[in-house]
């Protein structure tokens, strides 16, 4: 069955960065889209980052662009966060998600268990 | 930027029919799905495409999109309904979620 497993979270200075990773099983990731999105203590979701199934193409929520990159590595099945100069506003559970389809059409069909990312000085 | 607007919290009795709207300038010209999550759990996609349901997804749940305004429905409703409800919109280069509705079953 599909899974998707993050890791890489936990508690990190303001300014600082953290890389989390998502590893993918169950399915031919190489033909699906993927996307980070979180979630902050108590609030509703919020899409971060989406990266095409060939890692082609990638588009950034307004608030983590040029602070935040997504990347892919299909020969591992797994993808990336790279999340630099980390503010307190970041704190969030955060969710990797693969597509319904292989067209880009973002339904989110599976999602990870979630990773804690927590900005704290 | 574009919004999507959801009532924060939405009631209804066990067996009755609950309606979860989602409302966003010319929604209807957008593909919208919806999200159910429960507390400590990660959401779980309920309807797609507008009103068409993954497997798994039982068939009192629907959706439909028109005008202004998408709706979840959930009919004969459980116990076991009670949760978050999302409702999600996108363009290819940027997705968008409502506020979320937290459905109460009485």
């Known amino acids: 069955q599909v899974q998707l497993v993050e890791s890489g979270g936990g508690v990190v200075q303001p300014g600082r960065s953290l890389r989390l990773s998502c590893a993918a099983s169950?399915?031919?990731?190489?033909?699906?889209?993927t996307h980070w999105l979180r979630q902050a203590p108590g609030k509703g979701l919020e899409w971060v980052a989406v990266?095409?199934?060939?890692?082609?193409?990638?588009f950034y929520a307004d608030s983590v662009k040029g602070r935040f990159t997504i990347s892919r590595d299909n020969s591992k099945s797994t993808m990336y966060l790279q999340m630099n100069s980390l503010r307190p506003d970041d704190t969030a559970v955060y969710y990797c998600?693969?597509?319904?389809?292989?067209?880009?059409?973002?339904?989110?069909?599976?999602w990870g268990q979630g990773t804690l990312v927590a900005v704290s000085s | 930027s574009y919004a999507l607007t959801q009532p924060p919290s939405v009631s209804v009795s066990p067996g009755q029919t609950a309606s979860i709207t989602c409302s966003g300038d010319?929604?209807?010209?957008?593909?919208v799905c919806w999200y159910q999550q429960k507390p400590g759990q990660s959401p779980v996609l309920v309807i797609y495409?507008?009103?068409k349901r993954p497997s798994g997804i039982p068939e009192r749940l629907s959706g439909s999109n028109s005008g202004n305004t998408a709706t979840l429905t959930i009919s004969g409703t459980q116990a076991m309904d009670e949760a978050d409800y999302y409702c999600?919109?996108?363009?290819?280069?940027?997705?968008?979620f409502g506020g979320g509705t937290k459905l109460t079953v009485l």
């Open positions: 990266i095409s199934y060939d890692g082609s193409s990638k």
């Open positions: 010319k929604l209807g010209d957008k593909y």
């Open positions: 169950g399915f031919i990731f190489s033909n699906y889209g």
């Open positions: 999600q919109a996108w363009h290819i280069s940027s997705v968008i």
């Open positions: 998600a693969k597509d319904l389809m292989t067209v880009a059409e973002y339904y989110f069909d599976s």
């Open positions: 495409q507008d009103d």
